[in-house]
């Protein structure tokens, strides 16, 4: 990306548009092994310098009149804010945030982190969705993954939840996790259809550049054979049990599927504050420093936090959107199909990895869903 002045002001949202807003909360109590999201510990962060400064980015950034319909707070963990800092970053937001129009409000949050307190605060700021970061339910994977909850802790979380009335609950797994079996696996999906979450997301395991899992386990990280395998059974486990496989990794109850993350699959507009934090508006995508601490002290002086912005070209956005579209079940339109594309879809038709709908929508079976990447560099 280039050009850091660019971004500063974003224009109005586009008339009868829904948008989004992301907030990133970059805290975490420790840092995880195979993470390659912004994130640091808080250490000596001025947590309430934090919150005011995201309220001062809002009053910076967002349009006059900003109104949307989806909020997300992700990590790091945001459940780590504490209540008093978390009440001052809303009503901070509150000044230029019209909250009206939430259809759905997600908060992440680290099993190790819920209270009592803090999930009625959740509930009565008007949080509609709470993300638990579960990966696992057998105790050395937990381990092996540096997580600090255990088993009992999620299902308790998931009934303290329930009890606040939080609307909706989901659950992040992950597989092909370094020596997991498909028997561990199982378990794991068990364990957490047992809890009844309303949304699911399970995560095939990818090994990043710059955490410890890659160091560690590097070029011999990952097998094709058992990914397929344990793709296969989650699929064939969850739709069992009623989930709709909506998007390759994620599943849910009718009418539980994420209204935030279907928004940025179907292109939607989402500005987005905090440090790290990306934001993709009218074509231009913006994307702040990865320093808290530089963020906090831009702020406190009443400018906008070092980031780089670049006007994203329509050929950009299209190779863009396709990928995000052919992951999920609502299938790629066929304005997104070129004359040249029609050898490759009839090919994708023939080896049972992809069907056209009515309308010309192109869907990927499951198979086809296993080499989605594949299929979207074909159409590109």
């Given at each position: 990306m280039t050009g850091a002045n660019q971004g500063a002001a974003l224009p109005p949202a586009r008339a009868g548009e829904d948008v989004g807003l992301y907030i990133h909360?970059?805290?975490?109590?420790?840092?995880?092994?195979?993470?390659?999201?912004?994130?640091?510990t808080p250490a000596r962060t001025d947590m309430r310098g934090f919150a005011e400064a995201v309220a001062r980015e809002a009053a910076l950034r967002l349009p006059q009149g900003?109104?949307?319909?989806?909020?997300?707070?992700?990590?790091?963990?945001?459940?780590m804010l504490s209540p008093t800092h978390l009440?001052?970053?809303?009503?901070?937001?509150?000044?230029?945030?019209?909250?009206?129009r939430v259809q759905e409000w997600s908060f992440e949050a680290n099993p190790a982190t819920l209270t009592p307190a803090k999930v009625r605060q959740w509930r009565e700021l008007g949080i509609t969705r709470v993300s638990l970061g579960v990966q696992s339910f057998e105790p050395e994977l937990l381990k092996l993954l540096g997580r600090?909850?255990?088993p009992e802790q999620v299902a308790a979380d998931v009934a303290l939840l329930r009890a606040a009335g939080i609307p909706q609950v989901n659950l992040d797994l992950m597989f092909s996790l370094p020596g997991q079996t498909l028997a561990q696996w199982a378990?794991?999906?068990?364990?957490?259809?047992?809890?009844?979450?309303?949304?699911?997301?399970?995560?095939?395991?990818?090994?990043?550049e710059d955490t410890d899992f890659f160091r560690r386990y590097g070029a011999e990280a990952g097998d094709e054979e058992t990914d397929v395998a344990l793709f296969r059974l989650t699929e064939e486990k969850l739709t069992a049990?009623?989930?709709?496989?909506?998007?390759?990794?994620?599943?849910?109850?009718?009418?539980?599927?994420?209204?935030?993350?279907?928004a940025c699959w179907r292109g939607a507009d989402y500005a987005a504050l905090g440090p790290g934090?990306?934001?993709?508006?009218q074509g231009l995508r913006y994307r702040n420093a990865e320093n808290t601490d530089d963020y906090i002290a831009a702020l406190k002086t009443g400018v906008l936090p070092p980031h780089e912005a670049e006007q994203v070209s329509a050929e950009a956005r299209r190779t863009e959107l396709l990928g995000l579209m052919l992951?999920?079940?609502?299938?790629?339109?066929?304005?997104?199909?070129?004359?040249?594309?029609?050898?490759?879809?009839?090919m994708l038709q023939e080896q049972g990895l992809a069907t056209l709908g009515a309308e010309g929508r192109l869907f990927l079976t499951t198979d086809g869903r296993l080499v989605a990447d594949e299929i979207a560099v074909g159409l590109m």
């Amino acid at each position: 990306m280039t050009g850091a002045n660019q971004g500063a002001a974003l224009p109005p949202a586009r008339a009868g548009e829904d948008v989004g807003l992301y907030i990133h909360i970059p805290f975490c109590h420790r840092i995880c092994p195979y993470c390659a999201f912004f994130k640091h510990t808080p250490a000596r962060t001025d947590m309430r310098g934090f919150a005011e400064a995201v309220a001062r980015e809002a009053a910076l950034r967002l349009p006059q009149g900003f109104a949307p319909t989806t909020v997300y707070c992700g990590g790091g963990t945001p459940s780590m804010l504490s209540p008093t800092h978390l009440e001052l970053m809303v009503q901070g937001l509150r000044e230029t945030v019209d909250f009206s129009r939430v259809q759905e409000w997600s908060f992440e949050a680290n099993p190790a982190t819920l209270t009592p307190a803090k999930v009625r605060q959740w509930r009565e700021l008007g949080i509609t969705r709470v993300s638990l970061g579960v990966q696992s339910f057998e105790p050395e994977l937990l381990k092996l993954l540096g997580r600090t909850h255990t088993p009992e802790q999620v299902a308790a979380d998931v009934a303290l939840l329930r009890a606040a009335g939080i609307p909706q609950v989901n659950l992040d797994l992950m597989f092909s996790l370094p020596g997991q079996t498909l028997a561990q696996w199982a378990h794991t999906l068990d364990a957490a259809l047992a809890l009844k979450p309303d949304h699911l997301s399970t995560y095939n395991l990818s090994y990043e550049e710059d955490t410890d899992f890659f160091r560690r386990y590097g070029a011999e990280a990952g097998d094709e054979e058992t990914d397929v395998a344990l793709f296969r059974l989650t699929e064939e486990k969850l739709t069992a049990a009623g989930y709709r496989h909506y998007e390759i990794s994620n599943y849910a109850k009718e009418g539980c599927r994420s209204l935030h993350n279907l928004a940025c699959w179907r292109g939607a507009d989402y500005a987005a504050l905090g440090p790290g934090a990306v934001g993709s508006w009218q074509g231009l995508r913006y994307r702040n420093a990865e320093n808290t601490d530089d963020y906090i002290a831009a702020l406190k002086t009443g400018v906008l936090p070092p980031h780089e912005a670049e006007q994203v070209s329509a050929e950009a956005r299209r190779t863009e959107l396709l990928g995000l579209m052919l992951r999920t079940d609502e299938g790629l339109p066929a304005s997104f199909l070129r004359p040249q594309d029609s050898t490759f879809v009839a090919m994708l038709q023939e080896q049972g990895l992809a069907t056209l709908g009515a309308e010309g929508r192109l869907f990927l079976t499951t198979d086809g869903r296993l080499v989605a990447d594949e299929i979207a560099v074909g159409l590109m």
